[in-house]
């Protein structure tokens, strides 16, 4: 069975901060999914990447693949208030299986 | 593009009776959509994976004869919690792989479950 481990789990910051969220694995992952989510809706897909070593760029949000596609990170540059959400990482295992491991997400709450 | 609509939003129902959601992704084909199960302030957990024209692969646990899926075409999958308990309120949300796509998931609303 396959584990993402998410860290942290809460993180509470003042508005203009920088964070990062972390998700580790001992697996090998084909791909890496990050998603945000808000109270009472479903998980927006933020980006996707594939190659170890990647590094992928969303506005203040700086996602990065680990070379060995087995972690990844996201970090978030002068953190706002419209940040808040749930956090989700997902990897892939390729395959003809698609589904997703999550790891069990990070709650951030940037406060103004 | 890659929008997943879920109906109902909210459904209030009453002990033992059975309740209906459905899950359509809008814009693009999904051979292969997912329902999950969250409870508050957790991630996700996988009930299951629901292929067009089969039958649903169920994660272990998860009462198959309870948790209905039936995935009738590329554009729709129905989740149907049977007698219900309280036990089983909850968020439910499903998701769509687009067929012409890689691993992504793209999920719908959630739909909120009370069971009284």
């Known amino acids: 069975t396959q584990l993402l481990e998410q860290s942290p789990q809460f993180l509470s910051i003042q508005e203009g901060e920088n964070l990062t969220v972390y998700c580790n694995s001992s697996s090998v992952f084909s791909s890496l999914q990050w998603y945000r989510q808000e109270p009472g809706e479903g998980p927006v897909l933020l980006v996707t990447v594939v190659t170890g070593g990647e590094v992928k760029k969303l506005k203040r949000l700086t996602f990065q693949f680990g070379d060995a596609r087995k972690d990844s990170s996201l970090h978030i540059t002068a953190a706002q208030p419209g940040d808040t959400g749930l956090y989700l990482c997902?990897?892939?295992?390729?395959?003809?299986?698609?589904?997703?491991?999550f790891g069990k997400g990070t709650l951030l709450t940037v406060n103004p | 593009g890659a929008v997943v609509s879920q109906h109902p939003s909210r459904v209030i129902c009453k002990s033992g009776t059975s309740v209906k959601i459905e899950c359509r992704s809008l814009?693009?084909?999904?051979?292969?959509m997912f329902w999950y199960r969250q409870f508050p302030k957790q991630s996700l957990m996988l009930m299951a994976t629901s292929n067009e024209g089969s039958k649903a692969t169920y994660e272990q646990g998860v009462e198959k004869d309870k948790f209905l899926i039936n995935h009738a075409s590329l554009t729709l999958s129905t989740l149907t919690v049977t007698s219900a308990h309280p036990e089983d309120s909850s968020f439910y949300i499903c998701s769509a792989r687009n067929s012409a796509g890689y691993y992504e998931q793209y999920f719908g609303p959630g739909t909120r479950l009370t069971v009284t």
């Open positions: 997902a990897g892939a295992s390729g395959g003809s299986n698609y589904k997703l491991t």
């Open positions: 814009d693009f084909q999904a051979t292969t």
